[in-house]
């Protein structure tokens, strides 16, 4: 009887330990299917993390060359045409060619890239209709300036419109938010 009990103990013991070698097998299976990131996350960490900033870097350099047209004492039509046409359109057209050289290798990064590039365009645009606005003797002032308002209205709408779909895309991916997009830096 004594034989017996201590084999059926040997035996639960046993068990036990198959039981929980199982369970600590399956924990650590589920742990390294969590830890482990999709390529999306990938991707998306490369591009958020890694390409991201240097890209910021030359946007906020064209959009300092812009700003400058708005200083008080304004500038003269011909130098305000002159920073257009030789520094800040040329900025903005590296930019969209950097933009346009990012790597992509999944269908969310490519998306986010072309629409970064479509706002790259939109701001190009914006600084071409100056440059239309200073040629067109014929337009009155007061309508030029709307003109040129509105249209840079619309550009910080795209730019807030591509900020929102990186910082969904991330959220979406279990990724942290940047924190290095326009809004964080106060523009909007």
Known sequence: M???????????????RIVILLSVSVGIGLLAHRVRRSPE???????????LPSLLNTERDARATLERLGEKPGLTPVQA???????????????????????????ESEQLKREYVHAVDELTDAARACVRVIDDPKLPEGAGLTIIRERFAFVEQV?????????????????????????AEGKS
């Open 2 to 16: 004594l034989e017996e009990r201590t084999r059926n103990q040997t035996i639960h013991i046993v068990v036990r």
């Open 41 to 51: 996350q990938e991707d998306l960490t490369q591009f958020v993390a890694v390409q």
């Open 81 to 107: 045409r002159a920073l257009l046409i030789d520094e800040a359109i040329p900025k903005l057209i590296r930019l969209k060619h950097q933009a346009e050289g990012l790597s992509a290798r999944t269908f």
């Open 159 to 183: 730019f807030a419109s591509w900020d929102a779909h990186v910082r969904q895309a991330c959220v979406r991916h279990r990724l942290a938010p940047p924190d290095a997009l326009h809004k």
